[in-house]
């Protein structure tokens, strides 16, 4: 059974960094496409950032580029978004997905998201 959970989210000041994690289970990493994304209130869901396999290239939405990480621990079967210098406007739920055809085509599975909020 596929399964994806989301950990990390929280209330981090402007300028601040979190480190997000989605936890993978029901198939291996290194056998499929990982994306992290996010909604924020009233906004539809957007893509952040993600990374294939099994060559690990990494790919990172505009909002996302110099600021986020995209990673994967293949050992704990996780995914990690390092997330640095945070605004405002980060806020939101972020989701991370499994996709069995590549980071550009759509997303079969996805978590539940993890809320992040920035904010003073």
């Known amino acids: 059974q596929v399964q994806l959970v989301e950990s990390g989210g929280g209330l981090v000041q402007p300028g601040g960094s979190l480190r997000l994690s989605c936890a993978a289970s029901g198939f291996t990493l290194d056998r499929y496409a990982i994306g992290w994304f996010r909604q924020a209130p009233g906004k539809e869901r957007e893509g952040v950032s993600c990374?294939?396999?099994?060559?690990?290239?990494?790919y990172y939405e505009e909002p996302a580029k110099g600021r986020f990480t995209i990673s994967r621990d293949v050992a704990k079967n996780r995914v990690y978004l390092q997330m640095n210098s945070l605004k405002p406007e980060d806020t939101a739920v972020y989701y991370c997905?499994?996709?069995?055809?590549?980071?550009?085509?759509?997303?079969?599975?996805w978590g539940k998201g993890t809320l992040v909020t920035v904010s003073l």
């Open positions: 997905a499994v996709s069995f055809t590549g980071c550009r085509y759509g997303m079969h599975y």
């Open positions: 990374i294939s396999s099994p060559d690990g290239t990494t």
